[in-house]
């Protein structure tokens, strides 16, 4: 149980174009969403937090005009990176949390490299 | 927002001989803990959480982690390193990842 689809696994693109990224929780409802970005031999780093039905919170340092979240649903968050530049590449992987007491475990998905070219 | 530090960048064991990874966490409230690993091109998977219920957490694979007040630590432990355990391993506290610490074992 507990299944993170994050969808496209792999996606290369010119530079000035969106890329869209899905993450859905295909068992469970999730109540909240993370997104995370990881550089290359470098840890996770939080980029956003998402409760359904409301605005993202973003962490400090990141654009939310340029990393647009959304999480209409209890079981799909996007994230779309606008206008992407070469600077944006990266690996983005998401993670969703469900309801219930005491500390929730995250359920990551398998992530999403992004070039840009 | 809490904080956790890994101290290790990399730890090297040989095969069959004890792991320590270690953790130290910052807050002043009853902390979410957990650790994660990472295998190469693989996603990350879930070792263990920190729940108030108990100071000694068992995870999968032999894995446990000892939570300790005193010295605002969460360190992973295994008795017996298997060449399958070389991974990234991460320490998370409040939904924050430390830097992580690259196991490696040794045949």
């Known amino acids: 149980g507990a299944v993170v689809s994050q969808h496209p696994s792999w996606v290369i693109c010119k530079s000035g174009t969106s890329v869209k990224i899905e993450c859905r929780s295909l068992?469970?409802?999730?109540?909240?969403m993370f997104w995370y970005r990881q550089f290359p031999k470098q840890s996770l780093m939080l980029m956003a937090t998402?409760?359904?039905?409301?605005?993202?919170?973003?962490e400090q340092g990141v654009e939310k005009d340029k990393f647009l979240i959304n999480h209409a649903s209890l079981t799909l968050s996007t994230l779309t990176v606008t206008s992407a530049h070469p600077e944006d590449s990266s690996f983005y992987i998401c993670?969703?949390?469900?309801?219930?007491?005491?500390?929730?475990?995250?359920?990551f998905g398998d992530g999403t490299r992004l070039s840009i070219l | 927002a809490q904080s956790v530090t890994q101290l290790d960048s990399h730890v090297s064991v040989s095969e069959g001989t004890p792991v320590l990874l270690r953790c130290n966490y910052s807050?002043?409230?009853?902390?979410?803990l957990f650790w994660y690993v990472q295998h190469p091109n693989k996603g990350l998977q879930l070792l263990l959480k920190?729940?108030?219920?108990?100071?000694l957490v068992k995870g999968i694979n032999g894995f446990e982690a000892e939570f300790k007040k005193s010295e605002t630590s969460f360190h992973l432990t295994k008795p017996s390193a298997h060449m399958s355990d070389a991974a990234e391993y991460f320490c998370?506290?409040?939904?924050?990842f430390g830097a992580g610490t690259r196991l490696t074992v040794k045949p």
């Open positions: 920190y729940t108030s219920a108990a100071t």
């Open positions: 998370v506290g409040d939904m924050r």
């Open positions: 998402s409760n359904e039905g409301s605005k993202a919170t973003y």
């Open positions: 993670s969703a949390r469900g309801r219930g007491y005491g500390n929730q475990p995250q359920h």
């Open positions: 068992d469970f409802q999730a109540t909240t």
């Open positions: 807050s002043s409230y009853s902390p979410s």
